[in-house]
């Protein structure tokens, strides 16, 4: 996997980080609410939630694995984490 190209296509720089570019605090999603939209929420809007976007008995079993703990991670580094594992249908992509 090519390390670095999600990260300097999602991080923005540094003379863009003005106040005006984020949001207020009381204004941003939560990393709860982030990967809920990214998982289940996305499976119910495209209508295959009886296939993915949690992980189930008998749906599809596509998910990431990563070397951190998401929910814990620095949010200023959020785009950083890398997934170490991509699975799909259970098997690990190379």
Excluded at 1 to 10: A, V
Excluded at 18 to 42: D, K, Q
Excluded at 60 to 85: I, K, R, W
Aim: net charge negative; hydrophobic share 35%; proline share 5%.
């Amino acid at each position: 996997m090519r390390k670095g190209w999600i990260t300097e296509k999602t991080r923005l720089p540094e003379f863009a980080r003005t106040p005006e570019a984020f949001p207020p605090a009381n204004e941003c999603m939560s990393v709860e609410e982030m990967i809920l939209g990214y998982t289940i929420n996305g499976a119910k809007q495209l209508g295959i939630e009886d296939k993915k976007g949690s992980i189930t008995a008998g749906k599809d079993a596509d998910f990431l694995v990563f070397e951190n703990d998401l929910l814990t991670a620095e949010h200023e580094g959020f785009s950083y984490n890398m997934p170490c594992g991509v699975y799909f249908s259970g098997k690990k992509m190379n």
